[in-house]
């Protein structure tokens, strides 16, 4: 690794955790810049490939993770009918190996609290209400100042900032997230006793109703539809979409009042084409490859970000600008193929079109079974 002593992340998200924890392992002094306040997590639930699970376990929070989530093997395909009839239930690909489950749900916020404490534990810091304002990087140092005028110096700059990343348009980089045309409802509600893995309904009311289950109580339900401009995400208004689905949505509607959390965003897609880098700062997860949740494979792309860049700081002595080089080489054209075909499911949904679904998700899965 090239003389590197004191590096910062910007972002306290998933991508900027897991990097700080496997550097702050290592002996490196991290630091985490992050905008918000306090501790926040913004989201309902999330689904863990077995790829993620991979690293996560590499990361020493397995144990943590499998008691804390939901974790199964199958995933179910429903009519749009009454009854929301059981069409088909195919086995998932355990794309993190036989020894882990092909896929964890859990809470969003909690995954979010087991990094920080594990990073916290490795001897990191985390600065909040630091909103980077500047960024000066040259040949040997890569300077921040925030809103508040704190100025701080690092060998090596990681920005994990997200899917608006400021770092982007603060290195030159030109690209922001596009629209896809459809937008997601999400809700938190106990789980029925008979959803006990992922089932999809295509079709109905609109385009997708899904669910995850998230802990033995609790699981997270979606409904996709062509993106509104919502004004507050209204719990009430996700119940009013979910009383048109059967089976166990009659129970998840029925379970939804004024209090629920919820939240809807639209789904957004862009990758950075060009260098992932400038001088001493490096891009990683969100902030240069975002990808629509159609394949769940938003977190374990940013995991297998940090993993692979700091695999690349520590296999020599190479110029900085050289392991940046190596690490986007590595990771662009497997970002790219989940990119698009996350992508590529969403635009089907958009055009009515029917496509083969399966064998786009089968393909990813195959692909993302073998380590970054």
Not at 341 to 365: F, K, N, P
Request: glycine share 10%; proline share 5%; aromatic share 6%.
């Amino acid at each position: 690794m090239p003389s590197t002593k004191k590096v910062g992340i910007i972002g306290a998200g998933i991508a900027g955790l897991s990097a700080g924890i496997l550097l702050a392992d290592r002996g490196i002094d991290v630091e985490i810049l992050e905008r918000a306040d306090g501790p926040r997590t913004v989201g309902s639930g999330i689904t863990l490939q077995g790829n993620a699970l991979r690293i996560l376990r590499q990361l020493g929070v397995w144990d943590r993770i499998q008691a804390q989530g939901y974790s199964f093997d199958t995933v179910g395909l429903r009519a749009p009918d009454p009854e929301a009839t059981v069409l088909v239930v195919m086995n998932d690909v355990r794309t993190g190996g036989d020894d882990l489950p092909a896929t964890v749900g859990m809470h969003r916020p909690e995954l979010a609290a087991i990094l920080r404490d594990r990073f916290d534990t490795a001897g990191g810091r985390i600065r909040y209400g630091a909103d980077v304002l500047s960024i000066d990087s040259n040949e040997t140092t890569a300077t921040t100042v925030t809103t508040a005028g704190d100025r701080r110096s690092y060998d090596l700059l990681i920005a994990a900032d997200g899917l608006n990343s400021a770092t982007r348009g603060l290195l030159g980089i030109d690209i922001a997230p596009r629209p896809t045309g459809v937008g997601a409802w999400r809700v938190v509600v106990p789980r029925p006793t008979d959803v006990t893995r992922t089932d999809l309904i295509y079709g109905g009311p609109h385009h997708i109703a899904g669910y995850c289950p998230t802990s033995d109580d609790s699981i997270y339900a979606y409904i996709v539809e062509d993106a509104q401009v919502r004004d507050s995400a209204q719990p009430l208004i996700f119940k009013e979409l979910a009383v048109g689905y059967g089976g166990p949505w009659k129970q998840i509607a029925d379970s939804v009042d004024e209090n629920t959390p919820a939240n809807y965003t639209w789904f957004t897609t862009h990758l950075v084409e060009g260098p992932w880098h400038r001088d001493r700062v490096v891009l990683i997860g969100d902030a240069v490859h975002n990808c629509p949740p159609t394949i769940a494979q938003g977190a374990a792309m940013a995991l297998e970000d940090a993993v692979v860049l700091v695999e690349e700081l520590f296999a020599d002595d190479a110029p900085l600008d050289a392991v940046f080089t190596r690490f986007r080489e590595r990771r662009f054209e497997r970002a790219k193929t989940v990119v698009e075909s996350s992508t590529q499911l969403v635009q089907w949904m958009v055009d009515g079109h029917r496509g083969d679904v399966a064998e786009v998700i089968q393909r990813v899965a195959h692909m993302v079974k073998e380590p970054a």
